[in-house]
């Protein structure tokens, strides 16, 4: 597929294990009307699935990934195999409840980034802010460095 100038194509899944579909579907239907074009892969989605996915659609901007049964870290385990192959090369984002029980400790959080997560969300009206912030930053070239000592 072939993107067209401006397409913001996100990937949308929930993890292996977890078969809330929900929030899924809102999120689905809120990206698409903030004007993104949703590949929404559904519940019960292998990592396998969004390396697929990815491979397919090389221009995505990021790969969210929802959970709510609290699993996130299990199902995420090959996460890093797949980025050493360059299979998911755009930023990987997770939210929901990721972690068993109601809050999501440091440590939890700790353990996701460790395995190349780059954003933890805790509310789905974060999501567009996020893409948008990622987006502008990958389009705003970089500043030269600054040197402190020159102060």
């Known amino acids: 597929m072939t993107p067209y100038a401006g397409e913001r194509l996100i990937i949308l899944g929930v993890t292996e294990s977890d078969a809330h579909a929900v929030a899924n579907q809102l999120i689905a239907m809120h990206l698409r009307e ?33 959970s709510l049964n609290g699993h996130a870290h299990q199902d995420l385990a090959g996460l ?10 755009c930023p990987v984002i997770i939210g929901g409840n990721v972690s068993v029980g109601h809050d999501t ?21 974060q999501i567009v802010p996020l893409l948008d912030l990622l987006r502008s930053m990958r389009e705003t070239p970089s500043a ?3 040197d402190a000592r020159t102060r």
Request: one cysteine or more; aromatic letters at 2%.
């Open 34 to 66: 903030q004007g993104f074009t949703v590949v929404n892969l559904g519940v019960c989605t292998p990592l396998s699935a969004f390396a697929a996915a990815c491979d397919q659609h090389p221009h995505v901007e990021a790969v969210l990934i929802g």
């Open 105 to 125: 400790t440091s440590q939890e959080r700790e353990r996701l980034i460790a395995l190349g997560v780059d954003h933890l969300l805790t509310d789905a009206s």
């Open 144 to 146: 030269p460095a600054h």
């Open 80 to 89: 890093p195999a797949l980025r050493a192959a360059g299979r998911l090369r």
